[in-house]
C-alpha cells in the first residue's frame, strides 16, 4: 500500500484539481454565454471529463476518492481505517477550498468569496440523496465487476446526473464545501451546505446497504454475469 502521507495529496491534489475544473468552467461558461442550459452543458462536459482523468491516475495511488462520503463508504467496508478516512475528509475540503481560490485566480475574481447563490429545499435535497446514492453504487457494482472501467463510470454517471438531478449533482461534501467559496455560476449559500452534506450521506450510507446486498457473492463463489450461468 502506498504510503499515507502521498495517499493524502493526491486526495488533496485530486479534489482541488476537481473544484478548479468545477469553479473554473463555470466562470467561463457564464463569461461566454448567457444561455443557463449551454453554461451548465459546458460545466457538465468538464466535470464529467476532468473525473476521468483524474481516477486513471490518481487512483492508483489513494483509491481517488475526493468525497468524503466515498471515504466513509469504504471505512465501512473495513477497506479504510477510520483515521485514515478522518484525514481524508480534511485534505479533501481543504484541497476543494484550495481549487476554488485558485479557478478565482485565473479568472482575475475576487479570491476569498461567500456564495449568495441560493440552493435549498425539499428537492435539492432529495436530489443529492438520489445522486450521491447512484455514484456510490456504480462505484461499489465497478469496483466488483468491472474495476478498469470505474473512471469513465463515474465521469459518465456525473455527467447524466447534473441533468436528470435538480441540483445538479453535488453528491460530494468536500466539493459542497469548497463550493460555498464561490459567488460564481457553480456556487451554493453556506447556509444551504448543511443539507446537502445530511443529504449526501444518507445517500451513500443507503446506497452501501442496498449494494451490499445486491453484490453479496453467494454460496457458490461468484455472482452470475452472463443469463447462461444463472442456474
Known amino acids: 500500500m502506498i504510503d499515507l502521507p502521498r495517499r493524502l495529496v493526491a486526495e488533496a491534489l485530486g479534489t482541488a484539481i476537481l473544484v478548479v475544473t468545477v469553479v473554473g468552467s463555470g466562470i467561463m ?23 476521468v482523468v483524474l481516477i486513471s491516475c490518481l487512483g492508483p495511488i489513494s483509491g481517488a476518492h475526493f468525497n468524503p462520503a466515498v471515504s466513509l463508504v469504504f471505512t465501512l467496508r473495513d477497506e479504510l481505517p477510520a483515521r485514515d478516512a478522518t484525514l481524508y475528509a480534511l485534505v479533501q475540503v481543504a484541497g476543494g477550498i484550495v481549487g476554488a481560490v485558485i479557478a478565482h485566480a485565473m479568472f482575475e475574481r475576487a479570491l476569498l468569496q461567500s456564495s449568495t447563490h441560493v440552493r435549498t429545499g425539499g428537492a435539492q435535497w432529495f436530489s443529492e440523496g438520489v445522486a450521491t446514492f447512484g455514484l456510490v453504487a456504480v462505484i461499489l457494482a465497478g469496483i466488483r465487476f468491472e474495476r478498469k472501467a470505474v473512471p469513465m463510470l463515474v465521469g459518465l454517471y456525473i455527467t447524466a446526473a447534473y441533468w436528470f438531478t435538480a441540483s445538479t449533482s453535488f453528491a460530494n461534501p468536500a466539493v459542497a464545501i469548497a463550493r460555498s467559496f464561490t459567488d460564481t455560476f457553480s456556487g451554493i449559500r453556506p447556509l444551504d451546505v448543511p443539507g446537502f452534506i445530511v443529504a449526501q450521506v444518507a445517500g451513500a450510507l443507503l446506497a452501501l446497504a442496498l449494494m451490499s446486498w445486491l453484490l453479496r457473492v453467494p454460496a457458490g463463489g461468484h455472482l452470475p454475469i452472463n443469463p447462461e450461468d444463472r442456474t
Do not use: H, P, V
Open 29 to 51: 461558461a457564464e463569461t461566454l454565454t448567457t444561455d443557463t442550459a449551454l453554461a451548465l452543458l459546458a460545466n457538465t462536459i468538464a466535470t464529467g471529463s476532468i473525473l
